[in-house]
C-alpha cells in the first residue's frame, strides 16, 4: 500500500475523530430513494511483510466496520468480532449512496499512540469507496492491514564508556510524542505514524561532563528519504566506538544492518 493512500485513510479516521458521532446513524438530511443489500466480509491481516523482516503481530479481536457517506457524517458503525483474524460475514440493508468503507481497530486516532505510556499499539486499517445503487446486492471485503510503523531501540555492547546514558526518540508531526530508552532497560517498541521524520536525542556523562546529542533524521540510512513507511519494522542500534572514542549510531532492520552516517566523540 502506497505511502499516499496511507495518509488518505488516516484523513478520514481523522474525520470520525473530530465529529464525534462513533456508533450512530445519522440520517436526518439525507435524501434517500431506496435500498441496496451489502455483505460485509472483515477481516485482519497479522502481517508486517512490506519490510526486510517479516514478523507476526497479534490481531485484534474486533474490528469496527464504518460507514461514511462522505468524509462530513458517518451513516453507520458496527463492531465485529474477529476469529483468527476473520469476521464472520454479515449483511446490513443500506440506503443508496456513496459510501467510503472503514474497518479499522482504533477509530480515535489519538487512541492508537496514547496506548503502554504512548508507545502506541499497531493501527489496522482499510478502506474502500463505493456506490451503493437502489436493488444493489454485492459483496465488500475489507482486509485490515497495518499501516503504522514499528520502531525498537537497543543499545550494543560497550556502553560502560557512558554515564546515564537516556536515548529520546521523538515525532514533531501529530501526534507529537516523545519516547524515552534509558540504557539497561527493556522497553521495546512505539509505533509512529508512516510518513514521519523520525529524531533522536541522546543525553549522557562523559568523564563527568554532561552530554546531549540530536540525530534529527534517525532514519536516513534506511529509509527512503528518511521517511518512515508503513508496515515496516524499523531496528534502531546505538553503537559505541571506543578505540577511536566515537560513538556512532547505526541503522538497520532485523535481517541486515546498515551503518555510518551518525557520529557523536563524546569528547566535545
Not at 464472520?88 to 443508496?96: D, G, H, I, L
Not at 520502531?151 to 501526534?175: H, K, M, Q, R, W
Not at 547505526?250 to 551518525?262: C, N, P
Request: net charge negative.
Amino acid at each position: 500500500m502506497k505511502t499516499e493512500n496511507i495518509m488518505k485513510q488516516t484523513r478520514i479516521i481523522a474525520i470520525i475523530l473530530a465529529m464525534g458521532v462513533l456508533f450512530s446513524c445519522s440520517k436526518s438530511d439525507i435524501n434517500l430513494t431506496g435500498n441496496g443489500v451489502v455483505t460485509f466480509n472483515v477481516n485482519a491481516e497479522n502481517y508486517i511483510n512490506e519490510s526486510r523482516a517479516i514478523i507476526e503481530l497479534p490481531v485484534p479481536d474486533t474490528l469496527i466496520m464504518g460507514m461514511l457517506r462522505d468524509v462530513n457524517q458517518v451513516y453507520r458503525a458496527v463492531k465485529v468480532p474477529l476469529s483468527n483474524g476473520v469476521g464472520v460475514p454479515f449483511t446490513q440493508v443500506v440506503s443508496s449512496n456513496t459510501y467510503i468503507f472503514v474497518a479499522t481497530n482504533y477509530v480515535f486516532r489519538d487512541s492508537v499512540y496514547s496506548l503502554y505510556n504512548g508507545r502506541g499499539d499497531a493501527w489496522f486499517l482499510a478502506a474502500e469507496e463505493k456506490t451503493v445503487n437502489t436493488g444493489d446486492e454485492f459483496e465488500i471485503n475489507l482486509t485490515a492491514k497495518v499501516c503504522n510503523t514499528k520502531v525498537s531501540i537497543e543499545y550494543s555492547d560497550g556502553f560502560n564508556v557512558l554515564e546515564n546514558c537516556v536515548a529520546t526518540l521523538y515525532v514533531n508531526s501529530y501526534p507529537e510524542r516523545k519516547v524515552l530508552y534509558p540504557h539497561n532497560t527493556d522497553l521495546g517498541a512505539a509505533w509512529f505514524d508512516a510518513g514521519s521524520t523520525l529524531t533522536i536525542e541522546l543525553d549522557y556523562v562523559y568523564n563527568g561532563v554532561i552530554k546531549h546529542k540530536v540525530y534529527s533524521n534517525a532514519l536516513s540510512n534506511l529509509a527512503p528519504e528518511g521517511v518512515a513507511q508503513p508496515a515496516t519494522w524499523y531496528h534502531i542500534t546505538l553503537t559505541p566506538t571506543v578505540a577511536s572514542g566515537d560513538v556512532s549510531i547505526s541503522v538497520s532492520s532485523i535481517i541486515e544492518k546498515v551503518t555510518g552516517g551518525i557520529d557523536v566523540n563524546p569528547k566535545n
